[in-house]
């Protein structure tokens, strides 16, 4: 019986170490991502992202409607890797991480600010799948707003 105990207890140890590793390499993508942003490094950026991602923002309109706007991730890279004024610096706050086999889900909020100056807040909601290469990012989608941030 004490053999029993201890090997469930071996398994279970294993597969939330297995599962916090796993965590960790989300969590160092997604960092690469804005760290790559902060550096106005486009290489660094791309290497973070799946062939075929797609961005999303969810938009609340001024005048009371929600959009859901349509990005496109090559503009984005662009964007970053241009020579620009000030600092691109979202700090996010890992909420929520979910793992099922190669698929996970993040929820993270985040204040945007442009050198030090804060800019905007709101959720970044990253899909991910594990490849060859690691976890790449095959989604996001935001909110936008001004005030009223996130924890």
């Known amino acids: 019986m004490k053999k029993l105990i201890l090997a469930v207890f071996i398994l279970l ?3 939330s170490f297995a599962q916090q590793t796993e965590q960790d390499a989300i969590k160092q993508t997604i960092n690469t991502m804005f760290n790559a942003m902060r550096k106005g490094d486009s290489t660094m950026l791309r290497s973070t992202f799946a062939k075929g991602i797609a ?8 005048d009371g409607t929600v959009t859901l706007e349509i990005e496109n991730p090559d503009d984005f890279i662009k964007l970053i890797g241009t020579p620009h004024k000030g600092v691109y610096d979202e700090r996010i706050t890992f909420a929520d991480i979910k793992i099922d086999g190669p698929l996970a889900s993040v929820w993270a909020p985040y204040k ?36 009223n941030c996130p924890e």
């Open 13 to 15: 140890s294993f597969q």
């Open 112 to 147: 945007f600010y442009l050198d030090d100056k804060y800019s905007h807040c709101g959720v970044d909601v990253f899909q991910l799948m594990k490849t060859a290469d690691g976890w790449k990012i095959i989604y996001i989608v935001d909110t936008r707003r001004k005030g």
């Open 55 to 62: 961005f999303h923002s969810v938009a609340n309109k001024k």
